[in-house]
């Protein structure tokens, strides 16, 4: 009885430390990916393609729409691209992105408008959309100290 306690912890310990080291690499190359998808891009070259898919909204909101996504990446300063997956390309957690939104919720309450926005909801500029059609860019400024701005 002994023996197979013994051999059951060994595997189960054993298991854990295997699967602790297969996370701990997998959040390794995600970083090294961004690392690396970082160093090919250009700030000045992502802030004009991510203005440019909404050019009827403000450049304010538009640019405080982009760090509310950029904030979900787990490396400071990646440029994002409008076409960039969220998941595959940028290892974002869709836990994540929908407790932004619960928070966002907490500080402004509700959407200005539905959320349902147009376009990839797995992409950037989708999610940048619907970040913008609910008014929550600015998060967490609250919304009466954030100076958004009226023309989305």
Same mark, same amino acid.
């Given at each position: 009885? =002994?023996? =197979? #306690?013994?051999? =059951?912890?060994? *595997?189960?310990?054993?298991?854990?430390?295997?699967?602790?080291?297969?996370?701990?690499?997998?959040?390794?190359?995600?970083?090294?990916?961004?690392?690396? $998808?970082?160093?090919?891009?250009?700030? *000045? %070259?992502?802030?004009? $393609? !991510?203005?440019?898919?909404?050019?009827?909204?403000?450049?304010?909101?538009?640019?405080?729409?982009?760090?509310?996504?950029?904030? $979900?990446?787990?490396?400071? %300063?990646?440029?994002?691209?409008?076409?960039?997956? $969220?998941?595959?390309?940028? +290892? #974002?957690?869709?836990?994540? #992105?929908? %407790?932004? &939104?619960?928070?966002?919720?907490? !500080?402004?309450?509700?959407?200005?408008?539905?959320?349902? *926005?147009?376009?990839?909801?797995?992409?950037?500029?989708?999610?940048?959309?619907?970040?913008?059609?609910?008014?929550?860019? &600015?998060?967490? =400024?609250?919304?009466?100290?954030? +100076?958004?701005?009226?023309?989305?």
């Amino acid at each position: 009885m =002994t023996s =197979t #306690i013994t051999v =059951t912890l060994a *595997a189960v310990v054993g298991g854990l430390a295997l699967m602790g080291a297969w996370i701990f690499g997998s959040a390794w190359l995600l970083r090294r990916r961004l690392v690396r $998808l970082r160093a090919t891009r250009r700030a *000045a %070259d992502a802030d004009a $393609l !991510c203005r440019a898919a909404f050019p009827d909204t403000d450049a304010a909101n538009v640019r405080a729409a982009y760090r509310w996504v950029q904030e $979900l990446v787990a490396v400071d %300063d990646v440029p994002l691209h409008p076409g960039d997956h $969220l998941q595959s390309t940028l +290892g #974002i957690d869709l836990g994540h #992105i929908e %407790d932004k &939104f619960e928070a966002s919720y907490e !500080c402004y309450g509700p959407e200005a408008v539905d959320t349902a *926005a147009p376009g990839d909801p797995s992409t950037v500029q989708g999610l940048m959309a619907s970040v913008l059609a609910a008014g929550y860019e &600015f998060y967490p =400024t609250p919304r009466n100290a954030a +100076g958004a701005s009226a023309n989305r």
